[in-house]
């Protein structure tokens, strides 16, 4: 019994400097994981932002039977911009990275619901796909180097 | 000094540039609430909170507008407006607004 005792004594330092280690290596890499699953929530976030938006920008709202529909684009494009600059806030609180992310969100808005969003007879704008994609992707790349 | 709560005083959903959008519209807002408060007073605050959700094109209208249809130069407006919000969820529209205002200056002196 003494030999174990005398035996747990002498390895006790190396023992709790292991588990100590062990403690921070997992703590470092489960607040990655974390991390990381935020940064995939928000991925997704953007691409349904970017499929509203891609739809609603291809609905003629001067004919009749597209008006529904794109009004009620329009109110997911605005809910879903407002949660995503709220998360992409939180993210950047959370995790103490300086995203210039109020910069890249001010290009979604304006690519996503400027001109003549919520218009009431605005036509289809083809040209605005490319905005809502190239913008959408920038803060996508943004997040993904963060992931990486 | 004059405040407007937006959600409280003029929309919780504001909507749109032209008064053919919705009743709720940018112009609307800005020739009969912003114009008015703005000439009276020496200071106007503009709470954006607890608005359901902002479109770039309401914001512009309403606050780019100010510039574009000659009332106040962007310059004034910094004196003479304040965005506030207490809930940081909403800085992003303060951004934007700020943005417009400044554009707007830019599109004029280009013309």
Known sequence: MNKILDFLYHISPELIAVILGGIFIQLFFVRRANEAELINFLIKELDELRTD?????????S?????????????????????????????SSRYHKKLEHEKLMSEVADACTGGQFEGA??????????MVINTINRIKSELMRRKL | MKLIKIAVDYSDTPLGRYPADGNFNGQRFREEFLVPALKAEDKTVVDIDDVEGYGSSFLDEAFGGLVREGHFSSKDLKQKLQIQCQNSDYSIYANLIWKYINEARAKKKSA
């Open chain 1, 53 to 61: 938006a891609l739809e609603y920008w291809n609905l003629d709202c």
């Open chain 1, 63 to 91: 004919k009749l039977d597209q008006k529904p529909r794109a009004r009620i684009l329009e109110q997911k494009i605005k809910g879903a911009f407002k949660s995503l600059a709220s998360d992409l806030n939180h993210y």
């Open chain 1, 121 to 130: 007879t605005r036509p289809s704008e083809p040209a605005r796909y490319i």
